[in-house]
């Protein structure tokens, strides 16, 4: 697979790999308090609520305010908060016109989700940027009316000045009782087993793919992390089985079943990524499939590879696992930017994606738990407004096509197999070095995100508001995006060779970009076996507000795709963007591959690429 992006012109990117866990104390801290404030009235019955949630990270922070109006319809509002603390700023909102001024931001509806009827809500976010501390608002207004949770009469109250219930001592930040966190929201006993749930990653435990486990067991070192949850590829028609007497579909969900026994009441999520569409890879060589749609490929994949799928996760022996599958990485995202490949083109003009893709959610929504993530590239793939909106706009029509419409989607997942940072904690797409936006630097070359957390909330909320159901979680895939020290290289040119700790003070956008970006790529269209990278994040549930989860979809140690020519009989071709000898193309600027040598085929196990991801894993391996 790969991925590959560009502006304006051409643009795709690429992906890698995912799995769920543990909280990471300490490195992606993630405050995620929640803050109710109400409010009372003006002239007609008014009133409102607001729910105030937040998670941050080192300098950064995404919020979301839902509003509810407790009052008399409205057709339009102003929502006014103060931030408590000097130093926060709104850097980019979205679902309002977000104006800040001193410490005080005003939120200005839209046309299309102005108008509020007594009780409805709608919700709103924006990313932010913090220095010192990063409390929450806890005085909201809206249309001038401080809301308070109750509503007033006409006759009540002249100014709502006064909001007895509503702390306005920026220091009480909190509230106890009003946690709306999505993730912190559920604190009654585990739903009936193979009910499905909003998050399939809640309260879960992942399960360990005893394959990998015992490949990564065999390396020096690979202990500290082999209890680690991968995905499973499904990457042929025999993997259904087990290639060469490998452990097959039924094989893993039995193993499975037995770690779900094992581990009390709580409950376990077994991830399979489903990648066996007729010309699969259509813009790259290197993870080409078995089948073509010349060669009645869409029938064989649904009868020949979806259909059994689908019967075998039916077993009424695996209904009490949640099994979440993540859909065709590349394949749609392929349809907005790669057209201009014939592989590519013959997909989009007979429909073979479209309709691939609509036939797997239909067979794998139909039980009740099975989780379906679409994938959706990254952000250096989709990020550029140009390919953003049709990006929106086909998955709607995708889901909306399928039997169950848009609730056939649980959710998207980003950075599959791709090695794009989940956060850029010493810059954001807001910030401005000497007057310049830092999209004007070559690294960031205009895209409207600089990282995988903001793409992944951007794209929900965008997707939200296209029509998707509000409960869609995001997933990104962080087994190998965690670029701690640069031991290797090369390991882009002109940066520092270990983890950049802070901004850099360059007043040129190009070297402050450069100096600052944890992603240390040659180029952020580069893909394949990324000298430099780490693994990242391990698997965390509910890390954000909108994510689902942080997961290890691209098994860390498997190859994206070899170095040279390797004869195979599973369809794989050559890129050259895994030949480190190679110095690029029009998608990657040009630029050296940055991919390590001597790999093997894409999927097959390459200690050298395992061993670096070790190395330079952050948060580090203790
Ligand atoms: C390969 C698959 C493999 C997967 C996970 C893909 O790039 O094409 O064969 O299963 O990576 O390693």
Known sequence: MRSVPLHGRIRQALRSPVRRAVATAGVVALASAGVVAMASSASAAAGCRVTYTSSQWPGGFTAYATITNLGDAISSWNLGFDFPAAGQSVTQGWSATWTQSGQHVNAASLSWNGALATNASTQIGFNGAWTSS?????????????????????????????????????????SPSSSTSPSSSTTSSPPPPGTHVDNPYAGATGYVNPEWKAKANAETGGSRISNTSTAVWLDRIAAINGVNGGMGLRA???AAVTQDAANGSTPLTIQFVIYDLPNRDCSALASNGELLIANNGLARYKTEYIDPIAAIMADSKYRNLRISTVIEPDSLPNLITNLSFAKCAEANSTGAYVQGVQYALNKLHALSNVYTYIDAAHHAWLGWDSNFGPTVNLFYTVASGTTAGVSSVDGFIVNTANTSATVEPNFTVGTTVNGTSVRQSKWVDWNQYVDEQSFAIGLRNALVSKGF?????MLIDTSRNGWGNCVQTPCAAGGPATRPTSASTSTDVNTFVNNSRIDRRIHAGNWCNQSGAGMGYRPTASPAAGLDAYVWIKPPGESDGSSTEIPNDEGKGFDRMCDPTYTGNSLNGNNLSGALPNAPLAGQWFSAQFQQLMANAYPPLS
Do not use: M, R, Y
Not at 137 to 159: D, H, I, Q, W, Y
Not at 469 to 473: A, P, T
């Open 252 to 254: 893993h969900l039995d």
């Open 469 to 473: 159901q509000s409960g869609i979680g």
């Open 134 to 174: 990063n409390p929450s608002p806890t005085v909201f207004t809206l249309n001038g009316v401080t809301c308070t949770g109750a509503t007033s009469s006409p006759s009540a109250s002249s100014s709502a000045s006064s909001s007895p219930s509503t702390s306005t001592s920026p220091s009480s930040s909190t």
